[in-house]
């Protein structure tokens, strides 16, 4: 390792920490490199950092000297307690205009009180989504920072060198906003990401216990689809999964339990979802799935009560897989719409100056929800800034009524087959109560104001008048104070 001074500083040599400092290295930075176990910093020079722009450290205070100044410092350790630690540690080194990054997925509230915190030292904070896994963090990930605006020209060069490209070679990073916003993003886009995945699983149950198809007979479907409007990383690795076999040829899929982790970002997002009101519903039953499948010993021992088994599809399997397409895109437009309207509600609520199409701009590469699709978000809002839903789009509008039909027929047959698709049809629910005109809301209301007074708007009056009616004539006048939980 070389003892130059060092552009920028990384802390956190797992995984991605050491992927990211072999990307920063190659497009021509020097980097200072610690973590708190030295032992892992001696064996990343001696190898796959050796003879390269790397300065190691084995102390705090030597790290910090090692940078020039304004001294740029990524830290990439686990969420949460650990992020506050390693910041308590590092702020008595620093001096003012110094810039603290947070690479990890960190609840986007933290960082909007870490800088505060930071911003009240004088320090600079950026909180920065970093998306495409370990080979994204070398090859070039989607980056969406945000937090201190002043940090922004001295990361910018760096960030914007060693992030991912559009095929029009446009940089997959852009300034999302102030405080939490970059990792407020970070978090829709896992929610997404959620959304996807679980999209993808149900049509390939689907295929796999209600058709029958074989691993081969599904790789080649998502080999199809991979080349269509699904063109996407999911859809590719999908396709890849489906036709690895390992040295004994077995399929390793069906050698993989089916109990499905998380480390806590889709849950994040639907509660924001819920405290902000908005009917993130798709992404909701994503996550809800993913507990399902966690249950794995009880649904062993229910299906041996309630009966497992499931019904064989009779109709045209060709005919079948089609409308699969189509509704996998159809439910996949939806979930990009719910989750640019949780984008929508946090920018008002934090005063935000969110750049919609530009997030899609930055998803488009590098991350895991890559897509061709990206692209027309990103002409969408191009042609509306102030959009208020995908689907009031004239392209996402077309897109998903041209689709409905074969939509609404994979979602009945699953329902006939006994094979549970809650996001492709929470996504078809929502998309028939967001086209309603008038929902049963009404009797709700009058049920609130029957059993607890709560009050009810009437169509014949202006909004914001409230109304009781003593349904049982034994009520009275009281009513309970309106307000919104």
């Known amino acids: 390792m070389h003892n130059a001074s060092a552009d920028i500083g990384l802390i956190g040599l797992a995984v991605m920490g050491e992927n990211l400092a072999l990307n920063i290295e190659s497009r021509g930075f020097t980097v200072a490199v610690y973590n708190r176990t030295p032992a892992k910093v001696e064996a990343f020079g001696q190898g796959r950092g050796a003879g390269r722009r790397f300065v190691g450290a084995t102390d705090l205070a030597g790290f910090v000297a090692a940078l020039q100044r304004p001294r740029r410092i990524i830290m990439l350790v686990k969420a949460g307690a650990p992020v506050d630690e390693l910041i308590g540690q590092l702020a008595p080194l620093l001096e003012p205009g110094d810039i603290l990054i947070d690479g990890g997925n960190s609840l986007y509230t933290d960082t909007i009180r870490r800088a505060r915190d930071a911003e009240a030292r004088g320090l600079l904070y950026v909180g920065s989504g970093v998306s495409g896994g370990e ?47 970059g990792h407020f993003v970070k978090m829709v886009h896992n929610g997404i990401e959620y959304g996807d995945m679980q999209l993808i699983g149900e049509t390939y149950d689907l295929m796999k216990r209600g058709l029958g198809l074989d691993h081969a007979a599904m790789h080649a479907v998502f080999a199809e689809w991979n080349r269509s409007e699904l063109d996407s990383f999911l859809i590719e690795i999908t396709r890849d999964i489906l036709g690895y076999r390992d040295a004994a040829g077995e399929d390793v899929l069906e050698l993989i339990l089916d109990a499905a982790g998380q480390k806590g970002t889709g849950k994040w997002t639907v509660s924001e979802a819920l405290e902000a009101g908005v009917p993130l519903t798709l992404i909701g039953e994503a996550v809800f799935a993913r507990n399902l499948s966690a249950a794995k010993d009880e649904r062993v021992a229910a299906a041996r009560v309630l009966g497992g088994e499931v019904a064989r599809f009779a109709g045209d399997q060709r005919s079948f897989i089609d409308d699969l397409r189509q509704a996998l895109y159809a439910a996949k437009i939806v979930s990009y719409a719910q989750g640019y309207q949780l984008l929508r509600a946090a920018a008002a609520s934090h005063h935000w100056n969110l750049n919609y199409g530009g997030i899609a701009l930055v998803w488009r590469g590098g ?71 008038r929902l049963p809301a009404n009797l709700l209301q009058a049920q609130r104001d029957y059993f607890g007074a709560h009050t009810y708007e009437r169509v014949d009056r202006p909004r914001g008048e409230f109304h009781h009616t003593n349904w049982t004539g034994r009520g009275g006048a009281t009513t309970s104070q309106t307000y919104v939980a």
Not at 150 to 174: K, L, M, V
Not at 381 to 403: E, H, I, S, T
């Open 135 to 181: 080979e994204g963090a070398l090859r070039g990930p989607s980056l969406m920072p945000g937090g201190s605006p002043a940090a922004w020209p001295h990361i910018r060069p760096i960030f914007q060198a060693i992030c991912a490209r559009t095929p029009e070679g446009e940089p997959c990073c852009d300034w999302m906003g102030e405080d939490g916003a």
């Open 367 to 437: 991350c895991i929800i890559r897509s061709v699709f990206l692209g027309e978000i990103k002409q969408a809002y191009d042609r509306d800034p102030g959009l208020a839903n995908l689907l009031l789009d004239p392209f996402f509008r077309d897109a998903v009524l041209a689709r409905q039909a074969a939509w609404r027929r994979v979602v009945g047959t699953a329902v006939q087959l006994g094979i549970p698709a809650p996001c492709l049809g929470a996504a078809l629910a929502w998309f028939d109560g967001y086209r309603s005109a």
